[in-house]
């Protein structure tokens, strides 16, 4: 049984699950078996309807650091983080699906980079893994396919594609206030990356993977490749403002740059 935290614990972690009782395990070890151990991990349960609740609630009864909550209806992933976002105590935000993975030293790395940056985002390459990876993070062999990402990135850059992968991403909620996810179904992280960096908040990254993305997941709200691209248009038009010529540019742009990342 691990000790109880003090009250606020340093990271506050969010993990949505929607029915992921198959890969739902190795998610949340590969967060409590971080090498940075002050953390809090809110799995919301976006009332599923398999054995979900059920896992959670059994590691929770050995690690005092996980918490559940469940929804009585689903509200997809981004009203199940908010919900996790709410009830989070960190001063650090991070998020995990219950079908992706962390290198045992993710946050560790990351948040001593926040420090010495001063960054109100950090983020980090990750894996691509195939849907049906059995393994675990602590003993994953690289297989080659990796997604690279800048040291740095600005708002220009950050309208121009996605490059900061949700499962990578730590804010930091002493320089941002509080953040929410914007209700835009298939960009609403790229959305939230915008409006941190938006603010004025500086967004850095480790070029090394330090994650493993499970890929193409059958039934996965991030396979709807239309709905993705109407987002990706809503976020440039309505949030970012620019004209439909500036729009549809960098909706071009990003389009290339998904199909890049897609065939690693």
């Known amino acids: 049984m691990t000790d109880a935290l003090e009250q606020h614990p340093l990271v506050t972690v969010v993990m949505p699950v929607f029915n992921?009782?198959?890969?739902?395990?190795?998610?949340?070890?590969?967060?409590?078996?971080?090498t940075r151990s002050d953390l809090e991990l809110i799995?919301?349960?976006?009332?599923s309807t398999d054995d979900t609740a059920?896992?959670?609630?059994?590691?929770?009864?050995?690690?005092?650091?996980?918490?559940?909550?469940?929804?009585?209806?689903?509200?997809?992933?981004?009203?199940?983080?908010?919900?996790g976002i709410a009830s989070g105590t960190g001063r650090y935000l991070a998020f995990c699906d219950?079908?992706?993975?962390?290198?045992?030293?993710?946050?560790?790395?990351?948040?001593?980079?926040?420090?010495?940056?001063?960054?109100?985002?950090v983020y980090?390459?990750?894996?691509?893994?195939?849907?049906?990876?059995?393994?675990?993070?602590?003993?994953f062999v690289p297989e080659g396919r990796v997604v690279r990402v800048p040291t740095r990135v600005t708002r220009?850059?950050?309208?121009?594609?996605?490059?900061?992968?949700?499962?990578?991403?730590?804010?930091?909620?002493?320089?941002?206030?509080?953040?929410?996810l914007p209700d835009i179904p298939g960009a609403e992280d790229w959305a939230l990356?915008?409006?941190?960096?938006?603010?004025g908040g500086a967004a850095v990254g480790i070029d090394e993977p330090l994650a493993l993305y499970r890929a193409d997941q059958p039934g996965s709200h991030s396979a709807d490749r239309t709905r993705a691209v109407r987002a990706v248009w809503q976020v440039l038009r309505q949030q970012e403002r620019l004209s439909m010529p500036g729009a549809a540019a960098n909706l071009f742009l990003g389009a290339v740059a998904a199909l890049r990342k897609n065939r690693i």
């Open 20 to 34: 992921g009782a198959r890969t739902l395990r190795r998610s949340l070890g590969s967060v409590l078996d971080q």
């Open 43 to 47: 799995v919301v349960d976006d009332a």
């Open 54 to 83: 059920h896992i959670v609630e059994e590691v929770a009864q050995g690690d005092s650091r996980v918490r559940l909550i469940r929804r009585e209806r689903s509200g997809g992933p981004a009203a199940a983080r908010n919900t």
């Open 98 to 121: 219950a079908d992706d993975l962390w290198l045992p030293d993710k946050l560790e790395r990351q948040l001593t980079l926040a420090e010495a940056e001063g960054a109100s985002l």
């Open 124 to 139: 980090s390459g990750y894996h691509r893994v195939d849907a049906g990876f059995a393994g675990s993070a602590a003993d």
């Open 156 to 180: 220009a850059a950050l309208r121009r594609g996605n490059v900061i992968g949700n499962l990578t991403a730590v804010v930091d909620l002493q320089r941002t206030g509080p953040v929410s």
């Open 193 to 199: 990356w915008l409006l941190i960096v938006g603010a």
